[in-house]
């Protein structure tokens, strides 16, 4: 593929997709067996055990550390013998316990999802009838069983399934089985003096048995779930009892970012609040149920995200009065609009009030203009938006990698009638964002027309920069479809000498896609008329300290 990029300076090889299963036998003290099944999502392709000589007397870290070592270097051997993109690895529960660190090392060196699995779980009774007359699963067995466990997470768009469970639970990392990172992974990527003040938070959880729940009307997809699954996936390995269920017209109106004409009746806003009582009460006040008083298993603390479920907190304080809840505003409400006697944000505000206003504490960006008056100062919490530098999004990929995600985007945009990206012959300026009201595209497309117009106006054409618009779609994203129109009519009728360099897309769930899009960019940009979330900035001044970045300063980035 290196030779391929070199000689027609772009993307054009495509690479196999593969699933590896991964699983180790002790065999004597001096020597290990380590078997590795590779597949291609219908086959087992190849097979082998390979056997590692251990030193005499070696302790139990360096034996991890050497089977580390080889299934590291065996697979990113075979990818690139092969010309293979190795999407997920299951690995054997004695092959994580014997080497736990693995696991963060495929998914960090070779972009490799780790999966881990218990082997004979889940069996056909052909199979169980079998195990139960004594059979024992010979090392080859093991790794091709968990290569197949691994594949059945994937969906059809190559990335691992969401999964939902039992009363609505978001299982994160499919249920715990993903292991992206370790404690000391997360340890390393902070100062000493965050970490102490850190545990010293989590002991005092810990000491107290504290069980939280967050609610959320979206699982997957938007910048609130990126937030509640980087966090759960850090608690989940600190060993916290923490929950994420699920349950956009509003936030928009709250904004002012919505049509004028655009008005959420009371009609509609109580067909929202009867639906989550109905949620409420099949599933989260039933028994087990997490609005259920803590004595009866419930949980001792409610955070609610967003302003899309309001109704959980006096459901949450009529079940227990006592009990500490959180209302977490992620985006930024407009005081003017909401003061103003009959519009449509204060008819909004007021319903929305009405329940909020139970919540103990009102948590909003570092900005103070994104809280209305209502809110009482000593109710009032701030907190920024966070990322995971070890997450998709954010972690180091090597090239193989980020030439794989870019040719898979010059797939979308084949597949979305779009021009291709010409990177690395041309450079490109980047805006990742959702199709949103608020992510200013509008402004981005007319700042890159007066560069291309003005700026470099006669520079060879080959010179000059493209234009990528691109981002995530969530499930409760009534504007995708709108504002991905709206910007395709703008560029054909105003800027149709640009359309051949404006890239505009809409793509799947898949982060490590957006981390390529961003590491590659010659400029990333973030012209949010509003919103506060300013992630975006993070993750690109982490990705190349020097990235140039572009922002509004009306909102709170």
Same mark, same amino acid.
């Given at each position: ?99 736990p660190r693995l696991a963060s090392r495929l998914w960090q060196d070779l972009d490799i999802v780790p999966m881990v699995f218990r082997v004979g779980t889940d069996l056909s009774p052909e199979t169980v009838r079998s195990v139960q007359s004594g059979h024992e699963w010979s090392i080859d067995e093991q790794a091709d069983s968990v290569a197949k466990k691994c594949i059945m997470f994937f969906g059809p768009t190559q990335q691992p399934r969401l999964q939902l469970g039992f009363k ?196 909003? %960006?570092? +900005?103070?203009?994104?809280?209305? #008056? $209502?809110?009482?100062?000593?109710? *009032? =919490? ?109 560029? %054909?009728? +105003?800027?149709?000498?640009?359309? #051949? $360099?404006?890239?505009?897309?809409? *793509? =799947? ?49």
């Amino acid at each position: 593929m290196s030779r391929a990029k070199r000689e027609e300076r772009n993307f054009a090889t495509n690479l196999s997709i593969l699933y590896a299963g991964l699983a180790i036998e002790e065999r004597s003290e001096k020597k290990l067996a380590v078997g590795i099944a590779i597949h291609d999502g219908t086959y087992s392709i190849d097979l082998c055990v390979h056997y590692v000589c251990l030193p005499q007397d070696s302790s139990k870290q360096h034996q991890a550390d050497a089977v580390e070592e080889f299934v590291v270097s065996r697979l990113e051997k075979f990818r690139h013998e092969h010309l293979c993109k190795i999407l997920g690895a299951g690995l054997s529960v004695d092959l994580h316990r014997h080497s736990p660190r693995l696991a963060s090392r495929l998914w960090q060196d070779l972009d490799i999802v780790p999966m881990v699995f218990r082997v004979g779980t889940d069996l056909s009774p052909e199979t169980v009838r079998s195990v139960q007359s004594g059979h024992e699963w010979s090392i080859d067995e093991q790794a091709d069983s968990v290569a197949k466990k691994c594949i059945m997470f994937f969906g059809p768009t190559q990335q691992p399934r969401l999964q939902l469970g039992f009363k609505n639970d978001v299982q994160v990392d499919a249920g715990g089985r993903i292991k992206l990172a370790t404690l000391d992974d997360y340890k390393n990527s902070v100062r000493e003096t965050t970490w102490r003040a850190l545990m010293k938070y989590v002991e005092n959880i810990k000491g107290r048995k504290l069980k939280i729940v967050y609610f959320s009307a979206t699982p997957q997809g938007g910048g609130v779930s990126l937030m509640r699954h980087a966090l759960l996936r850090f608690l989940h390995l600190l060993e916290l009892d923490e929950v994420f269920r699920i349950t956009k017209t509003n936030h928009n109106i709250l904004q002012g970012v919505a049509d004028p004409s655009v008005r959420a009746t009371d009609e509609q806003l109580d067909k929202i609040g009867d639906w989550i009582k109905d949620n409420a009460k099949r599933y989260w006040l039933s028994e087990g149920g997490p609005l259920l008083p803590p004595s009866k298993g419930g949980a001792d603390v409610i955070i609610v995200d967003d302003p899309q479920m309001p109704e959980i907190i006096p459901l949450a304080k009529e079940a227990a009065l006592d009990r500490p809840v959180i209302f977490r505003s992620h985006i930024e409400v407009r005081d003017d609009l909401v003061q103003k006697d009959c519009s449509a944000a204060q008819h909004v505000w007021r319903s929305m009030w009405k329940n909020i206003k139970h919540a103990d504490v009102f948590i909003s %960006h570092p +900005v103070h203009r994104f809280v209305p #008056s $209502d809110v009482r100062s000593e109710a *009032l =919490g701030y907190m920024p938006a966070t990322t995971d530098w070890l997450d998709g999004l954010n972690k180091n990929m090597r090239d193989w990698d980020n030439d794989f995600y870019l040719h898979y985007f010059n797939q979308e945009c084949r597949n979305h009638s779009m021009p291709e990206l010409a990177y690395p012959s041309r450079g490109y300026i980047a805006q990742i964002a959702r199709f949103d009201p608020a992510k200013g595209i509008p402004d981005v497309i007319k700042g890159f027309a007066k560069l291309r117009r003005d700026l470099l106006k006669g520079v060879p054409h080959d010179e000059t920069p493209q234009l990528v618009i691109c981002g995530h779609s969530s499930v409760d994203d009534p504007d995708g479809t709108i504002i991905y129109d709206q910007t395709m009519d703008l560029i %054909h009728k +105003v800027y149709d000498d640009l359309k #051949s $360099d404006i890239l505009v897309v809409r *793509l =799947g769930p898949s982060d490590q896609l957006l981390n390529a899009v961003i590491s590659k960019a010659a400029i990333v940009l973030q012209l949010s008329t509003r919103e506060g979330f300013e992630v975006k900035v993070s993750e690109a001044l982490h990705k190349v300290c020097s990235l140039p970045s572009s922002l509004r300063k009306e909102t709170s980035i």
